[in-house]
């Protein structure tokens, strides 16, 4: 009997498997192994906090068992259980740009990309460590929060961890309802322009006489359509919000998401709130999108929420040492020394108490929380730079698409590009704008329109021509374009040049002569073209060249020049004068240009009838002929001068427009010292120069040891060479050889034959002056011929060796050539 019922509960027990839940499969791909010690294992300090939480758990189960079970010891990487607390690491990393709470929240939702919670409703069994989190990219809202909480911690934010309940579009990071962040229009200053002063002495307009009361039914009637039209715009709009508004979400109210509280009085916060980990966006606390809280968390304590959160997080209060709001997992001594503090804030009297009464009053000891087993946050350089996973990021908002790219990704510079569109399914794009990064050709911003094709450049400072920003249809001279310069660095003060199809105007600034306006009307261009022949463009006829110019105050309004007109077709020229401070009418002038000679006219002379004007004052005196004729030549001058700065604006637009299509076929990139992209270039670089150095010395070293190089490089270094070419080769090289030697032996016997004769020589002028020789001459002379008789037979010596080895290097080179593979297969006889 007994037997029966032992098989009995083995069979019983045989069916109930334990096991430790798996791990996503993103964890695995790192090698856990490397962890430290205190990723695999619990401290003693770490089980006794497991088991105040375990009991923590069983009350809050037994008191509230309609609430949703805490997350309190998740499993982390390596399947050991963590009390959430000690899983943050608070950091501050070496950046400037991660000192603030904004930044720190943009670089964690660019970083990382979102697992979602499975199932949706309840918190994750899991919670990793920001180190592994970090290196795979790769997390659920609470890893999120985790790592951004932690990096608020170590920049001094009272900063806490917030697992609650929130909409379904911020659970999944939908923000396609959501105006794109660069899509807020900046509101341009607008330009007040300066009043006109009032003069009394001007004519008073004629007095209207219009009805009262049908002005008073015209602006009735006037608010009454602007009322309809208002009425029915927001109708309009109201019936498109309700098109636009998402399905009811059948989970809301459950759908568990975890964010970050930031409380006020830390880094000067002035006032709560929370921080979305997905989209690094803050929002107050009242905002409806966050549903309801169950706990919150810091590195030092743990807090489960006893408010009512039916009507949401509005009328929450974040007063933690409040028991009734909040309950606490650890009586830590932070929160004891807050309350002694307070205690002592409202009773001095009781702060001070004697020796004997210190004693009775000494506190109990607490448990206070482990240190964290999360290893040290770090972030490299590189991944700073890298910042998306995979190098870029996609998010879609509302009619538009924004994709962020890192630098040196790609290779034409492209950091950033939006997406506008015209419908919600964002099917049909409107404009596509661009932002670049080190481009060689300062391009920093481009924008084009698909409905007008359209495209819109801007660049940065520091470009050829100066130019700031460049508005066209095609890159064809004479179209329609609109250029922008950087106007106080040009030396001509251009700022702005606007092109139609025969038609030029310039905008100047800052300029010595006060030309602030040039207009070009330009001919038609008759061109008689051959088959096959394509149009030339440039050298178009001038018809017409209007310029302004502002007031000079050291000339009297009569003789500064506002506006002259040089009509070329016309052969006139027309000025208009500044206007005098008490008149309404300026002076003007018109010109007739006198006929130039030609081959069957002469030249014409300047007549009176050729001027005529209008003169403000009657009672000032004409100029007189010479003066106008003066006033002609000067004219006639600056005409030509005109056309020649239109010459150069024509050809300067070529220019930028050639300059432009060769940087866009060739995109250069301009790589940054302090950029590890830059340092990997540098690097392969310079391995690269090393290869080819090292390339060169072997090739420098093969070309000097071949004989047949000198000879090759006559015949223009071909890889193959014929029957004929070897033989002739052969004997150059055998001729060359033979030719050497030869020089060799000749050169000895010329040295051998000069000591010979200057030793006989030295032996007559011996013989000639032995009577009047004294001791040192003759042991001198002793010495000069031992040594030049050492250096003969080492000659003599050195000849007969070299008619030796001469055949002997002439045979075996005879035989290097008959083996050598280049000449071989063609010196086989």
């Known amino acids: 009997m007994e037997s029966l019922e032992l098989a009995e509960l083995e069979d019983v027990f045989s069916n109930i498997h334990v096991g430790t839940p798996e791990l996503p499969l993103w964890t695995k791909e790192g090698d856990l192994s490397q962890c430290p010690a205190s990723y695999k294992v619990n401290s003693h300090q770490e089980r006794r906090l497991l088991a105040i939480a375990d009991h923590f758990r069983c009350q809050y189960t037994h008191f509230y068992p309609d609430r949703k079970p805490l997350l309190l010891c998740p499993v982390n990487e390596c399947g050991v259980k963590k009390f959430v607390s000690t899983t943050l690491r608070s950091t501050l990393l070496p950046y400037s740009e991660l000192y603030s709470w904004d930044s720190c929240a943009s670089f964690v939702a660019d970083c990382l990309s979102l697992e979602l919670l499975e199932p949706p409703v309840d918190p994750p069994r899991y ?19 985790t790592l951004l909480c932690s990096l608020l911690l170590g920049a001094g934010y009272n900063a806490y961890c917030v697992s609650g309940y929130a909409v379904k579009e911020m ?8 105006e794109c962040p660069l899509l807020v229009t900046e509101v341009k200053d607008a330009i007040t322009e300066p009043k006109p002063q009032v003069n009394k002495y001007t004519v008073k307009p004629p007095r209207e006489l219009k009805s009262h009361f049908e002005k008073r039914q015209e602006k009735k009637k006037q608010e009454e359509a602007q009322a309809a039209l208002l009425k029915k715009q927001q109708e309009a709009q109201r019936l498109q919000e309700e ?28 006032e709560n709130f929370f921080i979305d980990p997905l989209t690094g966006k803050s929002y107050s606390t009242a905002d409806d999108s966050f549903v309801g809280i169950e706990s919150i968390w810091n590195n030092h304590n743990y807090w489960v929420n006893m408010q009512d959160c039916s009507y949401g997080c509005a009328d929450m209060v974040y007063d933690l040492e409040n028991a009734m709001m909040w309950e606490s997992v650890l009586y830590g001594s932070t929160s004891q020394a807050l309350l002694i503090s307070s205690a002592v804030k409202k009773e001095p009297e009781l ?24 290893s040290k946050i770090t972030v490299s350089k590189q991944d ?14 509302r009619k538009a698409k924004l994709e962020r790219f890192s630098p040196y990704l790609l290779p034409d510079g492209l950091v950033t590009r939006l997406t506008t569109y015209k419908d919600l399914d964002c099917t049909e794009a409107s404009v596509v704008k661009e932002w670049y990064q080190h481009r060689h050709d300062h391009l920093e911003e481009r924008e084009l329109s698909k409905a007008t094709d359209v495209t819109t450049e801007r660049f940065r400072p520091g470009r050829s021509f100066c130019l700031k920003s460049h508005r066209y249809l095609t890159l064809t001279a004479e179209t329609e374009r609109e250029m922008e310069f950087y106007g106080h660095v040009r030396a001509n003060g251009l700022a702005r040049r606007a092109e139609l199809p025969g038609e030029m105007t310039e905008t100047f600034q800052e300029r010595d002569d006060f030309l602030y306006y040039r207009h070009i009307v330009f001919g038609r261009h008759v061109q008689v073209l051959g088959p096959g022949e394509t149009p030339k ?7 017409k060249v209007v310029e302004r110019f502002h007031r000079n ?13 040089f009509l070329l077709a016309e052969e006139r020229i027309e000025v208009t004068y500044h206007l005098e401070d008490d008149r309404f009418i300026p002076a003007s002038r018109s010109f007739i240009k006198p006929r130039k000679s030609t081959e069957t006219q002469k030249a014409q002379d300047f007549t009176p009838d050729m001027v005529s004007g209008f003169q403000v004052d009657p009672f000032e005196n004409p100029p007189k002929n010479l003066h106008l004729y003066e006033m002609l030549v000067v004219l006639m001058n600056e005409e030509e001068k005109v056309t020649l700065q239109i010459k150069d604006s024509e050809k300067e637009v070529r220019a930028i ?41 072997r090739w420098r070293q093969e070309k000097e040891n071949d004989i047949l190089a000198p000879f090759l490089v006559q015949l223009g270094n071909p890889e193959t060479v014929s029957q004929a070419a070897a033989v002739q080769l052969r004997q150059d090289c055998l001729a060359y050889l033979k030719q050497r030697l030869i020089d060799k032996a000749n050169l000895i016997q010329a040295r051998f034959e000069k000591e010979t004769q200057e030793l006989q020589q030295k032996q007559q002028w011996y013989q000639q002056n032995q009577p009047n020789m004294t001791k040192e001459d003759e042991d001198e002379y002793l010495t000069y011929c031992s040594d030049t008789m050492f250096r003969i037979h080492v000659l003599k010596l050195h000849l007969s060796r070299h008619k030796d080895t001469a055949p002997q290097k002439y045979r075996a080179l005879d035989e290097k050539l008959r083996r050598d593979p280049r000449l071989a297969p063609h010196l086989l006889y």
């Open 127 to 145: 919670l990793f460590s920001p180190t592994l989190v970090l290196r795979s990219q790769r997390g659920t809202c609470f890893d999120f929060s």
């Open 537 to 543: 463009l440039g050298n178009r006829p001038l018809q």
């Open 384 to 397: 700073m730079e890298t910042r998306w996973p995979g190098g870029a990021k996609v998010t879609h908002y």
């Open 553 to 565: 105050r050291s000339k009297p309004a009569s003789e500064d020049v506002a506006e002259r007109v």
């Open 243 to 270: 098109s636009e508004q998402p399905p009811p979400d059948p989970l809301l109210g459950l759908r568990v998401h975890c964010w970050v509280l930031v409380l006020s009085g830390s880094r000067e916060v002035p």
């Open 351 to 374: 702060a001070i108490l004697d020796d004997d009464e210190e004693d009775e009053a000494e506190e109990p000891k607490v448990f206070e929380m482990p240190r964290s087993w999360v």
């Open 171 to 178: 659970c999944l990071i939908n923000q396609s309802r959501q």
């Open 657 to 697: 427009l050639s300059s432009r299509e060769q940087e866009e076929s060739g995109i250069e990139l301009h790589f940054s010292i302090y950029s590890t992209a830059c340092a990997e270039k540098a690097r392969r670089l310079r391995e690269d120069m090393e290869r080819l150095a090292e390339e060169e010395r």
